[in-house]
Each structure stands twice: as C-alpha cells, then as structure tokens.
T-cell receptor
Framework: EDQVTQSPEALRLQEGESSSLNCSYT??????LFWYRQDPGKGPEFLFT???AGEEKEKERLKATLTKKESFLHITAPKPEDSATYLC???????????FGKGTSLLVTP | DVKVTQSSRYLVKRTGEKVFLECVQD?????MFWYRQDPGLGLRLIYF???????EKGDIPEGYSVSREKKERFSLILESASTNQTSMYLC???????????FGEGSRLTVL
C-alpha cells in the first residue's frame, strides 16, 4: 500500500530563516511526486512535479528535490506570504489518483 | 483562467437528508476526483472518474455515490447524511495520466 509521511506537522520560522520540509514515501512504482500549497479555506494549488531520483525543481523561494525514498521542499529566506500548508502526494504507475500526506503547516512571522 | 467550480461553499444538512455536491470544470479534463479533508487525517480519496459514466472507488467510498453524465460535471451524493460526514469536500480535475490536479475552493458540509 502506498504511504506518504510528512514532517514536521507544523513549523514556525522567522522571516528570512531558511528550512526544509520532508516527505517520505513508499509506492509500488513511482509515476510522480507532487507538492501542493494550500491556503486556509481554499483548495490545494499545484507547485511541482518530480519524476525521478536526483531531479530538482525551483520556483521563487522554493526548491523541491527527490530521492528514492523521500522528497524535500527547501524554503530559502521565507516571507510571511509563504505561510500555508504544504502537501506532498505520490502517484503510482498503476493508478490515476494521488495519495496525499497529511501536510506541514508553515507559519512565517515578520 | 482555468477553473473548477463547486456549487456550494457552505452547507448545513440534517441527519438522514440526501445531499448533492456538484462540481464543474472548464478545462476539458478527462479525470475528476472527490476528496474529503479532515484535521489530522489529511486528504482522502472518495471516488474518481476517468471518463464519462466511468467511476472508481477511492479509499473511503462507504456512504457516498457519484455521477458523471457529462465530461465537465462530477457529482457527489450522500444518500443519507450522517454526522461523521461533516467535513470539507474538495473536487479536482486533471488531464488523463497527469498528477497535476486543479482543485475547487471546497464545500464545507455540516451534518446536524
């Protein structure tokens, strides 16, 4: 059975204090690993897709990396507007749907 | 701007009522999904559809049914609502085989 575990559950950073979020996964044949951002009261919004170990993607202050067992979302010099819940999900070769982790709630204070 | 629209942002229903949640997408996506999101449990897949009139059970289909009569519309039906179905319901769509899901704003259902 596919499993996605995110850590930490919650993270509080000062503005400018860089850190990383972790997503550990087990899946029978990875088609893709996905990162989403969710603001309170809204649906998740797509950020990145990673397909194979060693791949990296960047967008503004965010960089996602992938190994065979985990993915990291690195946040460099975060700003208060980066506060959100970040969700990781995997898609197996055999399926259509994504299996989501429980998310990391990030709060960035000025 | 691409869009997934859910018919109701907030609903309050009574135990035993039949509840319809509607979702419409304007992107000509083949796949459509219904998830529910609960604190501490994350997003859990209820049902998905990969084509008109086709449906597959997700992880928690009990107490729910779905309908997809047109490509752009995917409905979630609670035949007899119960208090444990109080939750945020999220609809999403994607191109066939893609994991880039486009989500609606969500429908927060309270069952009294």
């Amino acid at each position: 059975e596919d499993q996605v575990t995110q850590s930490p559950e919650a993270l509080r950073l000062q503005e400018g204090e860089s850190s990383s979020l972790n997503c550990s996964y087990t899946v029978s044949g990875l088609r893709g690993l996905f990162w989403y951002r969710q603001d309170p009261g809204k649906g998740p919004e797509f950020l990145f897709t990673l397909y194979s170990a060693g791949e990296e993607k960047e967008k503004e202050r965010l960089k996602a990396t992938l190994t065979k067992k985990e993915s990291f979302l690195h946040i460099t010099a975060p700003k208060p507007e980066d506060s959100a819940t970040y969700l990781c999900a995997v898609q197996a070769n055999s399926g259509y749907a994504l299996n989501f982790g429980k998310g990391t709630s990030l709060l960035v204070t000025p | 701007d691409v869009k997934v629209t859910q018919s109701s942002r907030y609903l309050v229903k009574r135990t035993g009522e039949k509840v319809f949640l509607e979702c419409v997408q304007d992107m000509d996506h083949e796949n459509m999904f219904w998830y529910r999101q609960d604190p501490g449990l994350g997003l859990r897949l209820i049902y998905f559809s990969y084509d008109v009139k086709m449906k597959e059970k997700g992880d928690i289909p009990e107490g729910y049914s779905v309908s997809r009569e047109k490509k752009e519309r995917f409905s979630l039906i609670l035949e007899s609502a119960s208090t444990n179905q109080t939750s945020m319901y999220l609809c999403a769509s994607s191109y066939r085989g893609s994991g880039e899901l486009f989500f609606g704003e969500g429908s927060r259902l309270t069952v009294l």
